[in-house]
């Protein structure tokens, strides 16, 4: 199975800050990364797509990038909705397999 | 508006079966494939499996974690998606999602998740 690795596992940061997420798959997986936002007692929400699209409704403040083992989400402006824990799911190959989750909190 | 909900959920002794529904609506069901994760509580997303559109042949694919015990259905003349739960374990406590998978770039996303149904494996 393809191993996720997400960091970090947390992060505190403010409104208007620039956050990154990482995540690194433990073999190539080309550009087939999702990433989801979910916020407490709620659904996973898609934000991207393979690798860098996302769908409409989605702020252009989020970004992801990457190919091979080493994929970034970038938020470019924090938000006070975007507290919330993101995950990077790869789509490559079955078991379809997600990382540890990045909770972003309020600094 | 696209729409999936869950239901079916509840406690169950382990060892005993319990099946999942999950209706579609506001798309045509038929054309997409409906995949089932699950989050066990205070812990991160998990995979349990999907079933392909019938245009695909209708095939599914399982976590590890279910192989052998879950199965995954679909009934496209009523919208439904069913994961059939048999000899459950305490570890299969979690929450269900349904979510459909859209094929784009020649693998699948999930753009579209239900809210989930509490399933608790306690005696």
């Known amino acids: 199975d393809i191993q996720m690795t997400q960091s970090p596992s947390s992060l505190s940061a403010s409104v208007g800050d620039r956050v990154t997420i990482t995540c690194r798959a433990s073999?190539?997986?080309?550009?087939?990364v999702n990433w989801y936002q979910q916020k407490p007692g709620k659904a996973p929400n898609l934000l991207i797509y393979?690798?860098?699209s996302f769908p409409s409704g989605v702020p252009s403040r989020f970004r992801g990038s990457g190919s091979g083992t080493d994929f970034t989400l970038t938020i470019s402006s924090l938000q006070p909705e975007d507290f919330a824990t993101y995950y990077c799911?790869?789509?490559?190959?079955?078991?379809?397999?997600f990382g540890g989750g990045t909770k972003v909190e309020i600094k | 508006e696209v729409q999936l909900v869950e239901s079916g959920g509840g406690l169950v002794q382990p060892g005993r079966s319990l099946r999942l529904s999950c209706i579609g609506s506001?798309?045509?069901?038929?054309?997409?494939?409906l995949s089932w994760f699950r989050q066990a509580p205070g812990k991160g997303l998990e995979w349990v499996g999907f079933?392909?559109?019938?245009?695909?042949?209708?095939?599914?694919e399982y976590a590890a974690s279910g192989k052998g015990t879950f199965i995954i259905s679909r009934d496209d003349s009523k919208g439904i998606v069913y994961l059939q739960m048999n000899s459950l374990k305490t570890e299969d406590t979690a929450v269900y999602f349904c979510?459909?998978?859209?094929?784009?770039?020649?693998?699948?996303?999930?753009?579209?998740w239900g809210q989930g149904t509490l399933v608790t494996v306690s005696s």
């Open positions: 079933i392909r559109s019938k245009a695909d042949g209708e095939t599914t």
């Open positions: 506001g798309f045509t069901f038929g054309d997409y494939a």
């Open positions: 393979p690798a860098s």
């Open positions: 979510s459909r998978g859209v094929w784009g770039s020649y693998r699948y996303f999930f753009d579209n």
């Open positions: 073999q190539s997986i080309d550009i087939y």
């Open positions: 799911q790869q789509s490559y190959i079955t078991p379809l397999t």
